[in-house]
């Protein structure tokens, strides 16, 4: 009889000490040193027909660089009929990381555009076993933001917490299934592409946990006084736009010493999701990607920070 209010007596203090847990920065990177804290890696990637550059090359093509304070990162939107991809950049940072808050202010990612497909995304050495996080991550005229995990086996979650609208298409993060990992489609058309360039950006934050991966996104004029003072508090900042909770899955030893990817890639998932409104336009992917430098003239990203927390105590 007595032993029940002490399980509610020690399950509320541990529920208290996490809310008044304090996150301190571990690393930041921005115009000033992004380049420093980042490599380029050349290749293909995922069945795409981008070419990604090395850095000399991008920096030659001004494929990367600083523009207006920020980093930018971008496709070539010049070249008429590539035959071997469309140039782009992958950066991947040096560092990795397991756990911890994730803090991204992006001003601008890539637009709508047949073809594209861009990602703000982490991954670990051991793919799929060390877990990978999509973030950020559409394809072609894809007006919202689709999250996703993708691990090894024996990984399954729910997406309880998550925002109203956001449709967890199937539990098995495993990457080797017919679904390729566990995926939440959102609502919020803000938070991606074309309207998120119209609000000149925001935030993402990320939260990631040994027991829930959260995804909160926050417009440029609604960003948390915490998260611009640099004291993120992820319990005061209400209903993340996805939530992936462990129900089948120890987190601790599929997630683990991921690195930060910025790229943006053509075709490969998006030519397989070839829409109506693109096959008007050429009968494949790698046609259109080819004959239409200008249709990228808007596919870049232009990060003001990203910014990673960890544990303080």
Known sequence: ???????????????????????????????????DGFEFRTGTG???FAQYVDAATAEAKSLAGVRDGKVY??????????????????????????????????????GNSCGVWP????????WPNS???????????????????????????????????????DPDCDSSTSAGGCSQTTTNTQAYGDGFNAINGGVYATQWTTSAISVWFFPRGKIPADITAGAPKPPTWGTPLTRFEASGCDFASHFKSNDIIFNINLCGWAGSAWPSQC???????????AKNPSAYSDAYWLINSVKVYGWSN
Not at 6 to 33: E, F, Q
Not at 76 to 83: K, P
Not at 141 to 148: E, F, L
Request: charged fraction near 15%; charge should be neutral.
């Open 279 to 289: 096959s008007s336009k050429a009968a494949t992917c790698k046609e259109y990607v």
């Open 131 to 169: 877990g990978e996080i999509d973030i950020i991550e559409g394809v072609n005229m894809q007006k919202t933001n689709i999250v996703s995990l993708h691990s090894g086996k024996d990984c399954t979650v729910t997406n309880t917490g998550s925002a109203a609208g956001s449709v967890l298409t």
């Open 46 to 48: 995922s069945g795409g």
């Open 119 to 126: 990602a703000y995304w982490t991954s670990g050495p051991d």
């Open 73 to 110: 990162l971008s496709v070539d939107n010049t070249t008429e009929n590539t035959t071997g991809g469309r140039q782009s950049v992958r950066l991947i940072s040096k560092k990795v990381w397991t756990n911890g808050v994730f803090i991204a202010d992006i001003a601008h990612m890539p």
């Open 1 to 35: 009889m007595v032993r029940l209010p002490t399980l509610v007596g020690a399950a509320t203090l541990a529920l208290s000490n996490l809310a008044a847990a304090k996150y301190a920065l571990s690393d930041s990177y921005d115009a000033k040193n992004f380049f």
